[in-house]
T-cell receptor, first 111, second 114 residues
């Protein structure tokens, strides 16, 4: 059974804190993605990676960075969390031309 | 740029058919997908259609693709309360097939009343 796991389901952080969101997949997929989901806006792509140590900006990369040191792990980093980064964060992985498999999501609240 | 549009809300009665609609702008899209998101969960793939197909049926689900109008629909027959969820339409734009990057619609919340 395919599996994408995210390190936390719920997270509460203070403004200005550095936040790490971890995602791990066990399917040997090349591609990994980070999205944020907000009501009425659907899913917006923050960053994606198509290989180890490779990354590309998505549609809303400002305020975020990513790290992919190993094929199975893709981390999203908020260098200095702000209240407008309160959202649901979804990680996904895929083969180059396959469907995306999603993790359960991390609901982040920044106070 | 590429864009995918969906209506935000649909309400039906249990046992009726539901039709969720989606329009997209990229005429060179290769695959189009329907994902389902249940409350508090991530997205799961429901079905997909390749761009050279007009229709795909899978049990209670029927996907129709009108390439000329760039219109995709998902029909759920005999809708059940367990079908209540958010449904996302997504496309792989023509230039993105090797990265698997998807463009998602805003999601349609389907409410099924008993």
């Amino acid at each position: 059974d395919v599996k994408v796991t995210q390190s936390s389901r719920y997270l509460v952080k203070r403004t200005g804190e550095k936040v790490f969101l971890e995602c791990v997949q066990d399917m040997d997929h090349e591609n990994m993605f980070w999205y944020r989901q907000d009501p009425g806006l659907g899913l917006r792509l923050i960053y994606f990676s198509y290989d180890v140590k490779m990354k590309e900006k998505g549609d809303i990369p400002e305020g975020y960075s990513v790290s992919r040191e190993k094929k199975e792990r893709f981390s999203l980093i908020l260098e200095s969390a702000s209240t407008n980064q309160t959202s649901m964060y979804l990680c996904a992985s895929s083969l180059p031309e396959g469907e995306q498999y999603f993790g359960p999501g991390t609901r982040l609240t920044v106070t | 740029g590429e864009d995918v549009e969906q209506s935000l809300f649909l309400s039906v009665r249990e046992g009726d058919s539901s039709v969720i609609n989606c329009t997209y702008t990229d005429s060179s899209s290769t695959y189009l997908y329907w994902y389902k998101q249940e409350p508090g969960a991530g997205l799961q793939l429901l079905t997909y259609i390749f761009s050279n197909m007009d229709m795909k049926q899978d049990q209670r689900l029927t996907v129709l693709l009108n390439k000329k109008d760039k219109h995709l629909s998902l029909r759920i027959a005999d809708t059940q309360t367990g079908d209540s969820a958010i449904y996302f339409c997504a496309e792989i734009p023509g230039g993105s097939s090797n990265t698997g990057k998807l463009i998602f619609g805003q999601g349609t919340t389907l409410q099924v009343k008993p």
